[in-house]
């Protein structure tokens, strides 16, 4: 089946570390992007690449990095200079033939949590 | 800067009720509007999408309206199920110039239908 995967489902991070999450489409999307989900709360756009080797800052970039070095893969990296990582986030593509009428598709989320 | 508020944050309807959720956003400069459903600790599924030329999307016994204009869309539930128990999140694609991408979402409706 075709679609989203993120893993791993649940992270723990202990202060002062990196950790990466995994975000891996197989639906030949060109665009990929990150939001965080807090309680209670809109999802937040983080960072989103529309093609391989370039990316953008969303909403929210300050303290996560993401690199685009394959079309399939779009990992985002939680680093110490976040202080508060504890979220759930979520991983989403689209395909950009057609711009204005293609949906997102979403990943089942990691929820990252702080030890 | 794009905000989308949904109303009501929290609905509890008995089962068979016909229902409609709001959501209303500030810039009417969009390309298109998406509702998703969200169950608890899940990502996002697409419910429907309508493009800003669009008035109205259907899919099955759900319709979303769009009146770009004033700035609102409604997503109508008919003859609800228990399963449609879930969060409903309302998000629009910026349709202004200089590359921005990535969806503005509302906080969300969360619907219970009582068995």
């Known amino acids: 089946d075709g679609g989203i995967t993120q893993s791993p489902k649940y992270l723990f991070r202990k202060e002062g570390q990196n950790v990466t999450l995994s975000c891996e489409q197989n639906l030949n999307h060109d665009a990929m992007y990150w939001y965080r989900q807090d309680p209670g709360q809109g999802l937040r756009l983080i960072y989103y690449s529309q093609i391989v080797n370039d990316f953008q800052k969303g909403d929210i970039a300050e303290g996560y990095s993401v690199s685009r070095e394959k079309k399939e893969s779009f990992p985002l990296t939680v680093t110490s200079a976040q202080k508060n990582p504890t979220a759930f986030y979520l991983c989403?593509?689209?395909?950009?033939?057609?711009?204005?009428?293609?949906?997102?598709?979403f990943g089942d989320g990691t929820r990252l949590s702080i030890l | 800067k794009q905000e989308v508020t949904q109303i009501p944050a929290a609905l509890s309807v008995p089962e068979g009720e016909n229902l409609v959720l709001n959501c209303s956003f500030t810039d009417s400069a969009i390309y298109n509007l998406q509702w998703f459903r969200q169950d608890p600790g899940k990502g996002l599924t697409s419910l429907l999408l309508?493009?800003?030329?669009?008035r109205e999307q259907t899919s099955g016994r759900l319709n979303a309206s769009l009146d770009k204009s004033s700035g609102r869309s409604t997503l109508y539930i008919a003859a609800s199920q228990p399963g449609d128990s879930a969060t409903y999140l309302c998000a629009v694609r910026p349709g202004s110039g200089g590359g921005a991408d990535g969806l503005t979402f509302g906080k969300g409706t969360h619907l219970i239908i009582q068995p």
């Open positions: 989403a593509s689209r395909t950009t033939t057609e711009r204005s009428n293609q949906p997102q598709h």
């Open positions: 309508i493009q800003s030329s669009q």
